[in-house]
């Protein structure tokens, strides 16, 4: 049986964003996962049943860590002799692509679910663009994971065309949609959830899951629900998600809004998430930048209208006023329009909750994800 070798910078990716992938291919290569150490790590090695090597890599610019961990990956990849190594996540990828390349493996895919250097100005993204056209050089192949993304990387001419593929509709694992179904959390459930949290029947909720970053739009999204509470009381806001502010801190007035403003609920990171969408009316996703928002598919997927920013991915599930609304990125004055556009008209919401589910079922199913990019493996010779 070939081998797969499956590469991200840290292991709650491959648990997390490839979940169920692994243990699926496992039926047609031998796959092996490659990621820092951590109970994560294990996890992926119990719940998909592969085997795992651990290699340490930081996700900031490390010189000598980066070749370090370059060197340890390319001694995994000659001992392992691979058909595929198939990268995700920045750091995996540039040093993964080029262990890849250096040991031969005759099949390297990088898959480009967003571009972090979009964000950077100056020296640094002088240096970052570099890199990134060195990675895509490694590989034989790149697989942005949105046709949006897809098209950014030609504007940007980090590499040719002909070296890039969007698989399926875009998505890199898709999303179980029968986990996904608001259907599977109980009323009770529910309401003792809401009674934790101190929601009423009479409340709006609106919710943001992911990482409380400023990337993500939060400084933008904050100061606009703080506008809209002044107004009314009856709406909260949900944070579910990690803090991050060694890698991108919030503006302190940001920090100090979060603190004082008793309609803001911070809940820290979830391992289910499902009872928080179930108990929202809508999701409020102001990213600056996105490969293919798996949280926008969770949320659709469990009846919810998204809000989102006007970039690739988002922009691809959501279509504007029908299960959501779109907004520009960066724009604080739209997205409390927005949001106030969903407490305003309830039966304009209730008419998007249509329209949600049916659609991410029909593009985004994860079976017929995992089948797509197992099609394409099975072409490589």
Same mark, same amino acid.
């Given at each position: 049986?070939?081998?797969?070798?499956?590469?991200?910078?840290?292991?709650?990716?491959? $648990?997390?964003l490839? $979940?169920?992938?692994?243990?699926?291919?496992?039926?047609?290569?031998?796959?092996?996962?490659?990621?820092?150490?951590?109970?994560?790590?294990?996890?992926v090695?119990?719940?998909?049943?592969?085997?795992? /090597?651990?290699?340490?890599?930081? $996700?900031? +610019?490390?010189?000598? #860590?980066?070749?370090?961990?370059?060197?340890?990956?390319?001694?995994?990849?000659?001992?392992?002799?691979?058909?595929?190594v /198939?990268?995700?996540?920045?750091?995996?990828?540039?040093?993964?692509?080029?262990?890849?390349?250096?040991?031969?493996?005759?099949? $390297?895919? /990088?898959?480009?679910?967003?571009?972090?250097?979009?964000?950077?100005?100056? !020296?640094?993204?002088?240096?970052? *663009?570099?890199? @990134?056209?060195?990675?895509?050089?490694?590989?034989?192949?790149?697989?942005?994971?949105?046709?949006?993304?897809?098209?950014?990387?030609?504007?940007?001419?980090?590499? #040719?065309? *002909?070296?890039?593929l969007?698989?399926?509709?875009?998505?890199?694992?898709?999303?179980?949609t029968?986990?996904? *179904?608001?259907?599977?959390?109980?009323?009770?459930?529910?309401?003792?959830?809401?009674? @934790?949290?101190?929601?009423?029947?009479? /409340?709006?909720?609106?919710? %943001?899951?992911?990482?409380?970053?400023?990337?993500?739009? +939060?400084?933008?999204?904050? !100061?606009? %629900?703080?506008?809209?509470? #002044?107004? !009314?009381?009856?709406?909260?806001?949900?944070?579910?998600?990690?803090? @991050?502010?060694?890698? *991108?801190?919030?503006?302190? !007035?940001?920090?100090?809004?979060?603190?004082?403003? #008793?309609?803001?609920?911070?809940?820290?990171?979830?391992?289910?998430?499902?009872?928080?969408?179930?108990?929202?009316?809508?999701?409020? %996703?102001?990213?600056?930048? @996105?490969?293919?928002?798996?949280?926008?598919?969770?949320?659709?997927?469990?009846?919810?209208?998204?809000?989102?920013?006007?970039?690739?991915?988002?922009?691809?599930?959501?279509?504007?006023?029908?299960?959501?609304?779109?907004?520009?990125?960066?724009d604080?004055?739209?997205?409390?329009?927005?949001?106030?556009?969903?407490?305003?008209?309830?039966e304009?919401?209730?008419?998007?909750?249509?329209?949600?589910?049916?659609?991410?079922i029909?593009?985004?199913?994860?079976?017929?994800?995992?089948?797509?990019?197992?099609?394409?493996?099975?072409?490589?010779?």
């Amino acid at each position: 049986m070939q081998k797969l070798i499956r590469i991200t910078t840290v292991p709650s990716s491959l $648990r997390t964003l490839l $979940r169920g992938q692994s243990r699926f291919m496992s039926d047609y290569y031998e796959v092996i996962g490659i990621s820092g150490d951590g109970a994560a790590l294990a996890e992926v090695r119990q719940n998909e049943g592969i085997k795992t /090597h651990v290699v340490e890599m930081t $996700r900031t +610019i490390t010189p000598l #860590k980066d070749l370090k961990a370059t060197y340890k990956l390319y001694k995994v990849l000659k001992a392992e002799k691979p058909f595929i190594v /198939h990268t995700h996540t920045p750091k995996a990828g540039t040093l993964g692509m080029l262990a890849a390349k250096l040991a031969k493996v005759p099949h $390297r895919l /990088h898959t480009i679910a967003g571009l972090p250097l979009l964000e950077t100005r100056g !020296n640094k993204r002088k240096l970052l *663009d570099v890199v @990134e056209k060195l990675t895509y050089k490694c590989a034989t192949k790149i697989l942005p994971n949105s046709t949006g993304l897809q098209q950014i990387i030609i504007d940007n001419k980090y590499t #040719k065309p *002909d070296k890039l593929l969007v698989i399926g509709n875009g998505s890199s694992n898709g999303i179980d949609t029968k986990h996904y *179904d608001a259907s599977l959390v109980s009323q009770e459930k529910k309401e003792q959830l809401k009674q @934790e949290l101190g929601i009423t029947k009479d /409340h709006i909720v609106f919710i %943001f899951i992911g990482r409380i970053v400023k990337d993500k739009g +939060i400084n933008e999204l904050v !100061n606009a %629900f703080n506008a809209l509470s #002044k107004q !009314n009381d009856a709406i909260k806001l949900l944070l579910v998600g990690p803090r @991050e502010n060694h890698l *991108d801190p919030l503006l302190p !007035n940001t920090e100090t809004i979060i603190m004082k403003n #008793k309609q803001i609920i911070v809940t820290g990171v979830k391992k289910d998430i499902r009872p928080y969408v179930a108990i929202s009316h809508a999701l409020t %996703f102001p990213s600056y930048r @996105e490969g293919f928002p798996n949280v926008v598919l969770q949320c659709s997927c469990m009846n919810l209208p998204c809000i989102v920013s006007n970039i690739n991915g988002c922009n691809e599930v959501i279509e504007d006023q029908v299960n959501g609304l779109i907004i520009p990125a960066k724009d604080e004055s739209a997205l409390k329009n927005a949001m106030q556009f969903i407490i305003s008209n309830p039966e304009k919401r209730k008419d998007m909750v249509k329209h949600t589910r049916s659609r991410i079922i029909e593009r985004y199913e994860q079976k017929y994800v995992w089948n797509e990019i197992l099609k394409y493996y099975k072409s490589l010779k």
